[in-house]
């Protein structure tokens, strides 16, 4: 799959589910979850402990359902390494060039993180595929309808903020897709193993953007 494959799936999935766990129990798991439930983009933070396995595992796993990806990269060796594990894509919440340049160097996605007009704007001619806007909660999505207005050209994705009242705000601000963590990885459904609810939450999600997406093209 070519670099440009891989941001037309992420962008056509709508949804990149973040797992950020305190533990590694279970990490494949969730992934396999997510993937139930229709979500077709999963990015595994490198704070979570076992993430590494986890993207290989689960990238084995989950081929052909599942696009996994390694988030909070913060340089190039790392993404070097968590591409290896298996990630299609990699996540920073900065704009590092030597992230963006060892994606690329792969054949990977890279979604660098950025925040104001400037910092977008930088990461953008930098070579990122998306940019990640973090954090986008102190802002809204009113922030991306600005931001866009004079730079149509970005391609935007937030993360924060994003829950299942919020998901069509984004979308009608004009985001390409949505990283949506703690509203759909639920800390006491991982405590408790409890898959099933995962599975079940993530349906809801890509339901709200199918819904979303169809009705307004």
């Given at each position: 799959?070519?670099?440009?494959?891989?941001?037309?799936?992420?962008?056509?999935?709508?949804?990149?589910?973040?797992?950020?766990?305190?533990?590694?129990?279970?990490?494949?798991?969730?992934?396999?979850?997510?993937?139930?439930?229709?979500?077709?983009?999963?990015?595994?933070?490198?704070?979570?402990?076992?993430?590494?396995?986890?993207?290989?595992?689960?990238?084995?796993?989950?081929?052909?359902?599942?696009?996994?990806?390694?988030?909070?990269?913060?340089?190039?060796?790392?993404?070097?390494?968590?591409?290896?594990?298996?990630?299609?894509?990699?996540?920073?919440?900065?704009?590092?060039?030597?992230?963006?340049?060892?994606?690329?160097?792969?054949?990977?996605?890279?979604?660098?993180?950025?925040?104001?007009?400037?910092?977008?704007?930088?990461?953008?001619?930098?070579?990122?595929?998306?940019?990640?806007?973090?954090?986008?909660?102190?802002?809204?999505?009113?922030?991306?309808?600005?931001?866009?207005?004079?730079?149509?050209?970005?391609?935007?994705?937030?993360?924060?903020?994003?829950?299942?009242?919020?998901?069509?705000?984004?979308?009608?601000?004009?985001?390409?897709?949505?990283?949506?963590?703690?509203?759909?990885?639920?800390?006491?459904?991982?405590?408790?193993?409890?898959?099933?609810?995962?599975?079940?939450?993530?349906?809801?999600?890509?339901?709200?953007?199918?819904a979303y997406r169809a009705a307004n093209g």
């Amino acid at each position: 799959m070519s670099r440009h494959d891989i941001v037309r799936r992420l962008e056509a999935s709508g949804l990149v589910a973040i797992v950020r766990a305190d533990t590694p129990q279970g990490l494949v798991e969730i992934c396999s979850a997510l993937a139930d439930g229709g979500i077709t983009a999963t990015e595994i933070t490198l704070t979570t402990p076992g993430a590494l396995p986890a993207i290989e595992i689960a990238a084995k796993q989950l081929q052909g359902r599942c696009l996994i990806g390694a988030g909070s990269v913060l340089d190039g060796p790392t993404a070097s390494t968590a591409i290896s594990a298996g990630a299609e894509y990699i996540v920073s919440p900065v704009t590092r060039r030597d992230v963006i340049d060892t994606a690329h160097r792969y054949g990977k996605a890279v979604v660098p993180g950025a925040l104001t007009p400037t910092e977008i704007l930088d990461a953008w001619e930098a070579g990122a595929d998306l940019v990640k806007v973090f954090p986008a909660n102190h802002f809204g999505p009113r922030y991306f309808k600005d931001v866009l207005a004079p730079m149509p050209q970005l391609r935007l994705t937030p993360t924060g903020g994003v829950n299942l009242d919020t998901a069509t705000e984004w979308l009608a601000a004009g985001a390409a897709c949505l990283g949506v963590g703690s509203a759909l990885i639920k800390k006491d459904l991982i405590a408790k193993g409890d898959w099933k609810g995962i599975t079940s939450l993530a349906k809801q999600f890509v339901g709200t953007v199918d819904a979303y997406r169809a009705a307004n093209g």
